[in-house]
């Protein structure tokens, strides 16, 4: 199975700062990468797939990067709604496999 | 208005059987696949299987000896069972669908989330 490794674990960012998260894959997942945003309570949101697409509807400030085995996740300008969990996941291979997380906290 | 919604017993013994049923609106499971992802709390979560627009299904290998899924088409219903329960199968249990955009399907890139079903494993 591809090991997906996240980090930081958790971070702590002030409103209007950019933060980014990284993602590491244990091989080649050719951009098969997704982002979603789980906030407390509820299910993950599709933020970014193919590693840089946007999905529908989550605004400009989100943007995903990255090839081979390592990707990030930047949110510009935080906003206080971003407070949430943020999981990566790649769908290159059987089984999917998701990172572990990054909590997002505010300053 | 796409939707899912998981449906399911809360609490299930140790060593018995799971069965959860995801009821879907708004879309066809004729036309779309729908997996079942699984996340204990404060975790990352699990793939566990998905059962493809054509009825053919795929498995997570680390669950596959314990798991089915099947449906009702006629029904919009996509069903779990999972047996030999244990402590560390407790979580929320999703039903997700792939996205497609409408000229391609994102084979897995999960768009729809259902609300999830909280499963405790305990006697």
Known sequence: DIQM???PASLSASLGETVTIECRASEDIYSNLAWYQQKPGNSPQLLIYDANSLADGVPSRFSGSGSGTQYSLKINSLQSEDVASYFC?????????FGAGTKLELK | QVQLKESGPGLVQPSETLSLTCTVSGFSLTSYSVSWVRQP????????GRMWYDGDTAYNS???SRLSISRDTSKNQVFLKMNSLQTDDTGTYYCTRDYYDG?????????A???GASVTVSS
């Open chain 1, 5 to 7: 490794t996240q980090s």
């Open chain 1, 89 to 97: 996941q790649q769908y290159n291979n059987y089984p999917y496999t």
């Open chain 2, 41 to 48: 709390s404060g975790k990352g979560p699990e793939w566990m």
């Open chain 2, 62 to 64: 680390a669950l596959k």
């Open chain 2, 103 to 111: 000229t391609y399907y994102y084979v897995g890139v999960m768009d």
């Open chain 2, 113 to 115: 989330w259902g609300q």
